[in-house]
Nanobody, 125 residues
Framework: QVQMVESGGGLVQAGGSLRLSCTASGLILDDYAMGWFRQAPGKEREGVACISWSGGVTYYADSVKARFTISRDNAKNAVYLQMNSLKPEDTAMYFC??????????????????WGQGTQVTVSS
């Protein structure tokens, strides 16, 4: 049974940082490209960042470029999202997801097969 678990969310002031982690069981993550998505109340799920299976290619949404960094440690079967200079508009539930396909700049949620349950990030002004 595949299970993906996000952690590291919380409440932070604007300008602060958080590091999200995603670990998996029942799935060898280095067989998959990975993505981070977020969804705020009343809004559609948005692709934030993605990384190829090797870690050599990454894409970011324009809204987070230069502030967020996606990385992976295949030895630990984990993927991370370092979020700096957080803004109130970054407030959302954040999800990690896995795809056995190639990543694209559009970071489309429909291309991802396995999903975690999410971790809440709240940025206060």
């Amino acid at each position: 049974q595949v299970q993906m678990v996000e952690s590291g969310g919380g409440l932070v002031q604007a300008g602060g940082s958080l590091r999200l982690s995603c670990t998996a069981s029942g799935l060898i993550l280095d067989d998959y490209a990975m993505g981070w998505f977020r969804q705020a109340p009343g809004k559609e799920r948005e692709g934030v960042a993605c990384i190829s299976w090797s870690g050599g290619v990454t894409y970011y949404a324009d809204s987070v470029k230069a502030r967020f960094t996606i990385s992976r440690d295949n030895a630990k079967n984990a993927v991370y999202l370092q979020m700096n200079s957080l803004k109130p508009e970054d407030t959302a539930m954040y999800f990690c997801a896995a795809t056995d396909g190639a990543i694209t700049q559009m970071i489309r949620s429909g291309e991802y097969t396995y999903w975690g349950q999410g971790t809440q990030v709240t940025v206060s002004s």
